[in-house]
């Protein structure tokens, strides 16, 4: 058989860029600064004041309140770390998995953490709506004074812990707590 020069032939060309702007493979985000280390004052104050919040409440409570903010802000490094702290405290696994849908999913959760988790998603999301005041007084309903206050002390501290973790690249899954 004879080659026809009229039809083309495949050639060996090298592969073009293309100007896509998404990728399959995962960003490896850029160094950033470690904030314990350029701001240990800060980071301690930090430890104590989340210490303080978490004084005298439940500690199944205090992961699922951390476990909200951090779905809400889009915290994986945050999220990893307060799911397996739940899983490793006997935390169900099925109620894991209802904290991103609580309001759907009411009958996993008693009504004092129904209203943690609703003053959470408000705190979190404050620049929203504000704080509604029916979503205070249902919380102000299952918690006194104290317990409240540090309630909304333990929701200010997990914003903040998100808001590092994004801010300075924190990857999923490196749980850098041991160190400090």
């Not at 058989?1 to 896509?20: F, G, H, K, R, V």
């Not at 951390?66 to 999220?79: E, F, H, K």
């Not at 397996?84 to 991103?100: T, Y």
Request: hydrophobic residues 45%; aromatic residues 6%.
């Amino acid at each position: 058989m004879t080659n026809n020069t009229n039809t083309p032939q495949p050639t060996a060309t090298a592969p073009q860029p293309t100007t896509a702007t998404h990728s399959t493979q995962p960003q490896v985000p850029a160094p950033r600064l470690n904030f314990a280390k350029a701001a240990p004052k800060a980071f301690k104050a930090l430890i104590g004041f989340d210490a303080a919040a978490r004084e005298g409440i439940d500690p199944a409570l205090v992961e699922l309140i951390q476990i909200r903010a951090s779905l809400l802000n889009g915290c994986a490094y945050c999220l990893h770390m307060h799911t397996s702290d739940a899983r490793k405290a006997g935390e169900d696994e099925a109620r894991l998995h209802m904290i991103g849908v609580w309001r759907e999913a009411r009958n996993f959760f008693t009504e004092k953490e129904q209203a943690a988790l609703a003053l959470t998603e408000s705190v979190t999301l404050v620049a929203r709506a504000g704080l509604p005041d029916d979503v205070y007084a249902e919380a102000a309903r299952h918690f006194d004074e104290q317990e409240l206050a540090r309630v909304l002390a333990l929701i200010f501290t997990i914003n903040t812990w998100n808001r590092i973790a994004l801010s300075t690249a924190k990857v999923a899954g490196e749980d850098e707590r041991a160190a400090h």
